[in-house]
């Protein structure tokens, strides 16, 4: 439903568009960060330091006392229970307001001996503002109430968005409307209600991630295949001359592999494990396996530089590649095109350019995607319908714990890499209090003095009047206008394909110092000379992507350091972040952002097309985890939930590739 239908002003529209708002549904869904509960606590109850509000008569002219530029401290006495309590207000110079003989409530902590600082205050009677009061996290220009007002003009189409939920499942589990819920989320009378509505929209949300993920793992794995016949002693062969000795479990990972090809099931199978750890070599071995076996194989890659890499690699190791990217002319193009189709050539390197019509093969029989949550259901499946039962791979660097493995990806086949090469060192990293790279200036300036190269990682490409983050381009300026000795760069995703590659270029061969990029460098960059690394506003990034980022500076044989720059307050991201100077492995801390953030950041739900979690626990709701799983078959083998299947149709449609 369009927003439109709130009759809003382009300042509030805009906004909320700014907040990812496109629709009612969105914005309906925009569920409160916390709560605020007013109730009357006794005078004769108060403890020093203890959060309360009371309402009384001004008594006493209020007086203003300015210290510094735009700072200043009114004070004034209120009589309430009796008692004289005198208010302090920061920065709210308005004594005009504060008349002497006016009602006024007031909200703040008790500081003892009836000394009172106030946070807000408000004219209204007390008793019509008890209860619970929903609090929303907002972009700057934005307030709670104007936002709740909104949100009351989005509850009156509560009962318009179509409720998913079959009806017997909600008979079964006791579980509200859809429209009441969404009542009671932003609107709880009491504790209660608000757990009626949480539990209702928490089952909402799992059951439509397993049926959208159901479906389309069911699109994947329903075919069998004939077997590929290969001889493994030349794949034991091809292993035997590689330049280092594999890990247990990438041996065991390339075994898993290969039984897949040999099978006469279609391959699903999930290859996962830390930056570093050599997920890249399975891939080449089933490659190498297809191959033997007379079939083509394509290797996606979610960039051009990333894509390169893979291909230099393969041809380092004797496997015939061709690369495949927007980046090249259209007769090499072409030539490969031919090549393709006549089936002259059986191993392909490319990025979404493979996706597309004019793309045709004479014999697939591999997909494999790195960095899969990078690609859309669509992307891939468009891929597998280049070939018949088309065996698929998929390899990711942000691994899932057991534990969660099977809700988030059901019945895919899960090969762990969890054992490091021997000479892989875990990156040292430091927690930074501030914006400023000051204090570390000196580590960063010697690292560069040996001959290495940093990284200098920002959450945005540039400054917005929204959020306070220090952004690519401003940071760039600034090391530019300090350390002209040094070769500084800049890389983020607005630039064109040939200008990100030039500039990956010029840092790989060494013609940069330091290169100042947005997390584009996440994914698989290899610079093995680059083992300094600095992360702005890294509060801003989930632990897993804070761990990939710096998992980039842990290529070569020398330390790497990371420093994660922060001026949040928040304890619980501070804790967060100071978690990263002691936990190394992937896992671990992937099962700690789950617990935290919930899928949405590894998964790339926005871009796989799976609908997120806001509300759902992975750690807490496995009861009902379980349940929506079952669920989900029941939905997808009868076919006769029309509301949930068109929401399983439009939300694999809607689903989007982006770098």
């Given at each position: 439903m369009d927003l439109s239908v709130l009759k809003l002003t382009s300042r509030r529209h805009g906004l909320l568009v700014k907040m990812g708002i496109d629709s009612v549904e969105d914005l309906l869904s925009t569920y409160p960060f916390r709560y605020e509960t007013i109730e009357i606590i006794p005078y004769s109850q108060w403890q020093e330091n203890d959060h309360v509000c009371f309402e009384g008569l001004i008594c006493s002219l209020a007086r203003v006392i300015r210290f510094g530029k735009n700072r200043s401290m009114t004070k004034f006495t209120v009589i309430s229970y009796d008692q004289e309590i005198e208010v302090t207000l920061f920065n709210r110079p308005w004594t005009q307001q504060f008349t002497f003989g006016k009602d006024i409530t007031v909200f703040g902590q008790y500081k003892g001996k009836n000394k009172f600082t106030a946070t807000n205050?408000?004219?209204?009677?007390?008793?019509?503002?008890?209860?619970?009061?929903?609090?929303?996290?907002?972009?700057?220009?934005?307030?709670?109430?104007?936002?709740?007002?909104?949100?009351?003009?989005?509850?009156?189409?509560?009962?318009?968005?179509?409720?998913?939920?079959?009806?017997?499942?909600?008979?079964?589990?006791?579980?509200?409307?859809?429209?009441?819920a969404l009542l009671w989320v932003h609107h709880p009378q009491d504790s209660k209600h608000l757990r009626y509505a949480l539990r209702t929209l928490k089952y909402e949300e799992f059951l439509c991630f397993q049926c959208v993920m159901q479906a389309t793992q069911n699109q994947a794995t329903s075919a069998s295949k004939d077997p590929k016949i290969f001889d493994e002693s030349l794949i034991d062969a091809w292993i035997h001359q590689l330049p280092y000795p594999l890990t247990k479990d990438q041996a065991q990972a390339i075994d898993d592999v290969c039984e897949d090809l040999h099978s006469s099931k279609t391959m699903f199978r999930l290859v996962q494990g830390d930056v570093g750890c050599g997920k890249t070599i399975v891939a080449m071995a089933a490659i190498y396996a297809s191959y033997l076996a007379g079939y083509q194989s394509a290797f996606l890659a979610p960039t051009e530089i990333l894509a390169r890499q893979h291909y230099e690699k393969m041809r380092a190791l004797g496997l015939d590649a061709?690369?495949?990217?927007?980046?090249?002319?259209?007769?090499?193009?072409?030539?490969?095109?031919?090549?393709?189709?006549?089936?002259?050539?059986?191993?392909?390197?490319?990025?979404?350019?493979?996706?597309?019509?004019?793309?045709?093969?004479?014999?697939?029989?591999?997909?494999?995607?790195?960095?899969?949550?990078?690609?859309?259901?669509?992307?891939?499946?468009?891929?597998?319908?280049?070939?018949?039962?088309?065996?698929?791979?998929?390899?990711s660097a942000t691994p899932i714990p057991r534990t969660y493995a099977h809700f988030i990806y059901g019945n895919m086949d899960i090969s762990n890499i969890k054992t490091m090469p021997p000479h892989r060192k875990p990156v040292i990293t430091?927690?930074?209090?501030?914006?400023?790279?000051?204090?570390?200036?000196?580590?960063?300036?010697?690292?560069?003095?040996?001959?290495?190269?940093?990284?200098?990682?920002?959450?945005?490409?540039?400054?917005?009047?929204?959020?306070?983050?220090?952004?690519?381009?401003?940071?760039?300026?600034?090391?530019?206008k300090t350390l002209k000795d040094k070769r500084i760069g800049l890389l983020h995703g607005q630039m064109t394909s040939e200008e990100k590659e030039a500039m990956m270029n010029q840092f790989?061969?060494?013609?940069?110092?330091?290169?100042?990029?947005?997390?584009?460098?996440?994914?698989?960059?290899?610079?093995?000379?680059?083992?300094?690394?600095?992360i702005y506003d890294a509060h801003r990034f989930g632990l897993s992507t804070l761990h990939q980022l710096r998992g980039r500076v842990a290529r070569g044989k020398e330390q790497g350091y990371c420093w994660l720059l922060s001026d949040s307050k928040d304890s619980q991201a501070i804790e967060r972040l100071k978690k990263l100077e002691t936990i190394t492995d992937g896992f671990a801390i992937t099962e700690y952002d789950l617990r935290l953030r919930g899928p949405?950041?590894?998964?790339?739900?926005?871009?796989?097309?799976?609908?997120?979690?806001?509300?759902?626990?992975?750690?807490?709701?496995?009861?009902?985890?379980?349940?929506?799983?079952?669920?989900?078959?029941?939905?997808?083998?009868?076919?006769?939930?029309?509301?949930?299947?068109?929401?399983?149709?439009?939300?694999?449609?809607?689903?989007?590739?982006f770098d």
């Open positions: 205050y408000n004219f209204e009677p007390l008793s019509k503002q008890l209860g619970m009061h929903p609090v929303y996290t907002l972009p700057q220009g934005m307030h709670q109430k104007e936002f709740q007002k909104i949100m009351d003009q989005a509850l009156a189409f509560r009962y318009e968005v179509e409720d998913v939920i079959p009806h017997r499942y909600r008979e079964k589990y006791r579980l509200l409307e859809h429209g009441q061709q690369l495949y990217v927007s980046a090249l002319s259209a007769k090499e193009k072409q030539t490969i095109l031919d090549g393709m189709a006549s089936g002259e050539m059986l191993i392909f390197v490319g990025t979404h350019a493979l996706f597309q019509d004019q793309v045709h093969f004479s014999k697939l029989g591999l997909v494999i995607a790195d960095e899969q949550q990078r690609f859309g259901v669509r992307q891939r499946r468009s891929m597998l319908e280049k070939g018949k039962n088309v065996d698929f791979l998929m390899m430091k927690y930074v209090k501030g914006t400023s790279m000051k204090p570390i200036l000196k580590d960063i300036l010697q690292g560069l003095q040996e001959g290495r190269q940093c990284y200098v990682v920002c959450a945005a490409i540039e400054d917005s009047t929204e959020v306070s983050m220090r952004s690519a381009t401003k940071v760039y300026e600034g090391m530019k790989v061969n060494k013609e940069l110092d330091v290169l100042v990029s947005t997390t584009v460098i996440e994914v698989g960059i290899d610079v093995p000379n680059a083992t300094l690394m600095v949405g950041d590894f998964l790339g739900v926005r871009q796989s097309g799976l609908p997120n979690f806001v509300l759902g626990d992975l750690e807490k709701d496995k009861a009902m985890m379980d349940e929506c799983v079952k669920n989900a078959e029941e939905i997808l083998q009868q076919k006769i939930d029309q509301p949930m299947l068109d929401f399983i149709s439009k939300a694999i449609a809607n689903a989007q590739y």
